[in-house]
């Protein structure tokens, strides 16, 4: 068990350059989450798979950021466009989770620290 | 109104003392479930703890408990024998529950940043 994984650890772009992120989760983990973590907050859910469906996503994520998760393992994240608001830290964390419950722990990567010139 | 109140800016501790991270939360399900995580510089949520609202006891993870306080509505993490490597932001986080389930989402406070002084 590697842990969940994520790529790049780091990205610099231009703004209006489109960038992808990876994350890899923990394998046999049927949930993935993303979140953004700007500085001094905590995160702020973006959107969240089961398998690979979509099952949610928030106000947050306007028109220029897509989520996939093909084949329910790996997820990538797009922003297209980007802006100088769109800095911050990108947090993917997976889980595996069977049923309904308020105890479905989430582990997490080191993150994508995103920075839009 | 926000989910998750921490309003502790900055705590210092001396290394071997106990120390307590406060947290306040607001609901109005009756099912919920209240999370600590700690975010050392390397970036990584780190799961320390876990307290569900139906939970009789208070929960404990070797050097961590958690104070729950149903009806004042907090959560606040203490941390006995500080560690210099307890040096972190800690973030408190909780999850409703919708009657569907649907809703998974957790939803974070601000965090508090520890500093243990050897």
């Known amino acids: 068990d590697t842990g969940v994984s994520q790529d790049p650890r780091h990205k610099i772009t231009k703004r209006g350059q489109n960038v992808t992120f990876r994350c890899d989760p923990i394998?046999?983990?049927?949930?993935l989450y993303w979140y953004r973590q700007t500085l001094g907050q905590g995160p702020e859910f973006l959107t969240y798979?089961?398998?690979?469906?979509?099952?949610?996503k928030s106000r947050l994520l306007s028109n220029r950021f897509s989520a996939e998760r093909p084949k329910g393992s790996f997820s990538t994240l797009e922003i297209q466009r980007t802006e100088q608001g769109d800095s911050a830290m990108y947090l993917c964390?997976?889980?595996?989770?069977?049923?309904?419950?308020?105890?479905?722990?989430?582990?997490f990567g080191s993150g994508t620290q995103l920075s839009v010139l | 109104a926000q989910k998750i109140t921490q309003t502790q800016p900055g705590m210092f501790v001396q290394e071997k003392e106990a120390v307590t991270l406060d947290c306040t939360y607001d609901?109005?399900?009756?099912?919920?479930?209240l999370f600590w995580y700690k975010q050392p510089s390397s970036g990584e949520m780190i799961f320390l703890i876990y307290q569900g609202s139906y939970d009789q006891q208070n929960a404990t993870e070797g050097r961590y408990s958690l104070n729950f306080q149903k009806a004042r509505k907090s959560a606040n993490l203490v941390i006995s024998a500080s560690q210099l490597g307890d040096s972190a932001m800690y973030f408190c986080?909780?999850?409703?529950?919708?009657?569907?389930?649907?809703?998974?989402?957790?939803?974070f406070g601000k965090g508090i940043t520890l500093s243990v002084r050897p």
């Open positions: 798979f089961q398998n690979e469906a979509q099952l949610e």
């Open positions: 964390a997976s889980s595996i989770q069977g049923g309904v419950s308020p105890n479905e722990k989430l582990f």
């Open positions: 986080a909780m999850r409703e529950m919708d009657l569907t389930g649907a809703n998974s989402k957790l939803t």
């Open positions: 609901t109005s399900d009756p099912s919920y479930g």
């Open positions: 394998s046999e983990h049927n949930r």
